[in-house]
């Protein structure tokens, strides 16, 4: 039969029992007290955000103070960039040859006065673009061929040509 086990007296604490440590096993590198708790560290999204969409599909873009979008090669995108033309004030067009053939891939330079206020490369050959009342000097280059053009706000289709 087991030895009795001291009772405390009535209204004490019992102490803590106590253990004497055992020896670390042969060959086991020695116990490395843990770091204290600091503040709590913030935690890694659970998901990761989407990847940002690629540069031709048509989303709508800022500039300096200039919203735009372009696109413009397909049928759908021609009667998607129609139905949001409202929503801007001035519009480009961009084509190369006797036929008109679309152009994408053109850099473009917003100037007024003698400062860039908007600067972009165009995905598709037609851009609409929301910039403050005014005119403007459009800088286009393809190719390393610039065309230059003067746009004034709700003016529509401005075409360059290369």
Same mark, same amino acid.
């Given at each position: 039969?087991?030895?009795?086990?001291?009772? !405390?007296?009535?209204?004490?604490?019992?102490?803590?029992?106590?253990?004497?440590?055992?020896?670390?096993?042969?060959?086991?590198?020695?116990?490395?007290?843990?770091?204290?708790?600091?503040?709590?560290?913030?935690?890694? !999204?659970?998901?990761?955000?989407?990847?940002?969409?690629?540069?031709?599909?048509?989303?709508?873009?800022?500039?300096?103070?200039?919203?735009?979008?372009?696109?413009?090669?397909?049928?759908?995108?021609?009667?998607?960039?129609?139905?949001?033309?409202?929503?801007?004030?001035?519009?480009?067009?961009?084509?190369?040859?006797?036929?008109?053939?679309?152009?994408?891939?053109?850099?473009?330079?917003?100037?007024?006065?003698?400062?860039?206020?908007?600067?972009?490369?165009?995905?598709?050959?037609?851009?609409?673009?929301?910039?403050?009342?005014?005119?403007?000097?459009?800088?286009?280059?393809?190719?390393?061929?610039?065309?230059?053009?003067?746009?004034?706000?709700?003016?529509?289709?401005?075409?360059?040509?290369?």
């Amino acid at each position: 039969m087991p030895p009795p086990v001291a009772q !405390p007296a009535p209204g004490t604490a019992a102490p803590p029992p106590t253990a004497s440590p055992a020896p670390p096993p042969a060959g086991a590198a020695p116990a490395v007290p843990a770091a204290p708790a600091t503040a709590a560290q913030p935690r890694p !999204p659970l998901t990761t955000p989407p990847a940002p969409p690629p540069r031709d599909a048509m989303v709508q873009r800022t500039a300096g103070p200039v919203t735009y979008i372009c696109g413009g090669v397909a049928e759908d995108e021609q009667v998607a960039l129609q139905r949001l033309a409202r929503n801007f004030n001035m519009s480009l067009l961009f084509t190369q040859g006797d036929r008109g053939e679309y152009l994408s891939d053109v850099d473009v330079k917003l100037m007024r006065g003698n400062k860039e206020v908007a600067s972009f490369v165009a995905d598709g050959p037609r851009c609409l673009l929301k910039a403050p009342s005014g005119t403007y000097s459009v800088r286009a280059t393809y190719q390393g061929r610039t065309k230059t053009a003067t746009v004034s706000t709700g003016g529509r289709n401005s075409q360059m040509r290369w």
